[in-house]
C-alpha cells in the first residue's frame, strides 16, 4: 500500500518468493457455525464497548484442476456440538458462549482424514473416551484413514518464510507449518490464478485457520498502516460510504496504528512463541497485493459490501479483481466503534 494513502508511512514489505505452480479451484463454505465469546478469554488489551467476539467458521473446498481431486481444509464445528469431549465443553460452556450451528459441514464430505503435522497424533491420542483429557472423539475416526503431515520428513518447500508441502504436486496448493495455537496447527495457500496458466498473474488465498481470531490481532502492520480513507465504511452510523482512518487512532492502545490493537493471551495458544511467530509470517502476506489472507472466523467476510461468493455459487478465483481483500481488511473496526462514542 502507497504511503500516500496511510496515515503513517508504510514500511516495505518482505518480497514473498512462493514457487512457480498450476492453479487450484478454490470455494469458501460458509459452515452456518454462530461462535459468540468472550474478547477477554482470547485477546487484550480491552476496548471499551467490544465484550463479545462473534464468529462465523469457515470452510474450504480446493479442488486440483487437472485431476479432479479435493480436499476439505477446516471443517467448522459439529452441529451437536453438546457432545464435545468434557475437555472441550468444559471451555465453551463458560460464562459468555453461545453456539448456534446449523449444518455441519463434515458430514457432507466423506474420504481420508489428514491431521494437522507430527506431534498431533502423541498430544491428542487416544482419543475420548479413552482419554478423559482428549479433545478429539474416537467416533469421529471410525472408517477414515489418519494421515499425520511430518514436515521434518520433507519433501518441503520455502513458501514465503513458511515451511511448505505441496499437496498436488504441482504448486497449486501448499500445507504451511504454523505452529503455536495448537500442537500441529497449519495454514493453507492456495494459488487461485496463475500465469502458468495463462492468467495474467498468480493469485493466492491464504487459508489463516486459527493463527488469529480477529482482524485487531494481526492488523495494522507497519507494512499495512490504516489508510487515510477507509471504503467500505467501518463506521456507518456516522460515515456512510468512506470512514477517515486517523479517528482509530485515539483508540488505539498505543495511540499509533501500525500494529495491532489486540494481542493473544499467554494461556490461549499451546505455544505463545511460536503463536506470535506464525502471526507474523501471515502478516507478510497480508500485507501482499496479490494474497487475500482468510483466517477462520472473520465476520467481515460476511458483509456483503466485500463481495464474496460462496460455495456452491461461486469460488475465490476472482477476489482480485473484486477488490475484496481490501474491502475486507478494515471491517474488523466495526467492531470497537462504540468506544470512539
Known amino acids: ?6 496515515i503513517h508511512p508504510a514500511k516495505a514489505a518482505p518480497t514473498l518468493k512462493i514457487p512457480k505452480g498450476a492453479s487450484a479451484t478454490v470455494s469458501i463454505i460458509d459452515t452456518t457455525s454462530r461462535i459468540q465469546a468472550p474478547v477477554g478469554l482470547f485477546m487484550h488489551p480491552a476496548i471499551p464497548g467490544h465484550e463479545h467476539l462473534n464468529a462465523p467458521a469457515f470452510s474450504f473446498l480446493i479442488e486440483q484442476q487437472k485431476s479432479g481431486r479435493k480436499i476439505l481444509f477446516d471443517l467448522g464445528l459439529r452441529k451437536d456440538w453438546q457432545s464435545h469431549p468434557p475437555a472441550v465443553l468444559k ?3 463458560g460464562p459468555g458462549w453461545a453456539m448456534e450451528i446449523q449444518k455441519e459441514c463434515g458430514r457432507y464430505f466423506a474420504g481420508k482424514w489428514v491431521d494437522r503435522r507430527r506431534g498431533s497424533k502423541g498430544a491428542s491420542f487416544p482419543a475420548y473416551p479413552h482419554n478423559g483429557e482428549s479433545p478429539l472423539l474416537e467416533s469421529d475416526f471410525v472408517g477414515r484413514e489418519y494421515q499425520e503431515i511430518d514436515f521434518d ?3 518441503t518447500h520455502k513458501v514465503g518464510n513458511y515451511r511448505g508441502i505441496d499437496y498436488f504436486g504441482d504448486g497449486s496448493f501448499y500445507i504451511l507449518d504454523a505452529p503455536g495455537h ?7 495457500l492456495a494459488r487461485v490464478t496463475s500465469t502458468q496458466d495463462g492468467d495474467p498473474e498468480d493469485t493466492f488465498v491464504l487459508m489463516g485457520a486459527d493463527t488469529a481470531h480477529h482482524g485487531g490481532e494481526f492488523r495494522p502492520t507497519e507494512y499495512l498502516p490504516i489508510p487515510k480513507d477507509i471504503t467500505p465504511s467501518p463506521y456507518v452510523a456516522k460515515y456512510a460510504s468512506t470512514c477517515p482512518g486517523h479517528i482509530f487512532e485515539s483508540i488505539h492502545p498505543r495511540k ?26 501471515m502478516q507478510e502476506f497480508d500485507a501482499a497485493d496479490n494474497v487475500f489472507v482468510i483466517i477462520a472466523h472473520d465476520a467481515t467476510l460476511l458483509d456483503p459490501r466485500v ?13 482480485k479483481v473484486k477488490d475484496s481483500d481490501n474491502k475486507a481488511r478494515w471491517l474488523f473496526l466495526q467492531d470497537v466503534t462504540q468506544a470512539l462514542e
Not at 1 to 6: D, E, F, V
Open 182 to 188: 495448537a500442537i500441529g496447527h497449519v495454514v493453507g
Open 1 to 6: 500500500m502507497a504511503s500516500s494513502y496511510t
Open 153 to 155: 520428513k520433507g519433501p
Open 256 to 281: 499509533k496504528a501500525v500494529d495491532p490493537f489486540y494481542h493473544l493471551h499467554d494461556e490461549v495458544p499451546h505455544n505463545k512463541q511460536q503463536a506470535d511467530h506464525s502471526c507474523g509470517l
Open 307 to 319: 463481495g464474496i461468493e460462496w460455495f456452491p455459487h461461486g469460488t475465490l478465483k476472482n477476489w
Open 91 to 93: 471451555l465453551i460452556s
